[in-house]
């Protein structure tokens, strides 16, 4: 299994915003989607949000809700993940997986397939 490629993040001023990238060249049998979790030091992976590829359709963690977007290319082949206004809190690795979506009593949960090599944001004030 081909791992997604990562690109972007880097140090970013607080209140700016952050673009991240992912290419995907192949996808596992089952996965429909790309998710992107991050892990802040010290802390465990939380999900940020993904992307139905054959919809489209988006969902978001409550803690970026109005403030990113999840979005794919025409060729389903690159996710960008945009996040603005951010905080210190929004510094970590960042990182895309192709996986397996689904949603049960309203809350969305994603099995991991294949992770990419992951990216740092760093937010400085």
């Known amino acids: 299994q081909v791992s997604p490629v990562q690109s972007g993040g880097g140090s970013v001023p607080t209140g700016g915003s952050v673009k991240l990238a992912c290419v995907v060249s192949?996808?596992?049998?089952?996965?429909?989607?790309v998710a992107w979790f991050r892990q802040i030091p010290g802390k465990d992976f939380e999900g940020v949000g993904g992307?139905?590829?054959?919809?489209?359709?988006?969902y978001s963690a409550a803690f970026v809700q109005g403030r990113s977007t999840v979005s794919q290319d025409a060729a389903k082949k690159t996710i960008h993940l945009q996040i603005s206004n951010l905080n210190s809190e929004d510094s970590a690795m960042y990182y895309c997986?192709?996986?397996?979506?689904?949603?049960?009593?309203?809350?969305?949960?994603?099995?991991?397939?294949?992770w990419g090599q992951g990216t740092r944001v760093t937010v400085s004030s």
């Open positions: 997986v192709t996986a397996a979506c689904s949603v049960a009593n309203g809350v969305a949960s994603a099995v991991p397939s294949t």
């Open positions: 192949e996808y596992a049998a089952g996965d429909n989607c």
């Open positions: 992307i139905y590829t054959d919809t489209g359709d988006t």
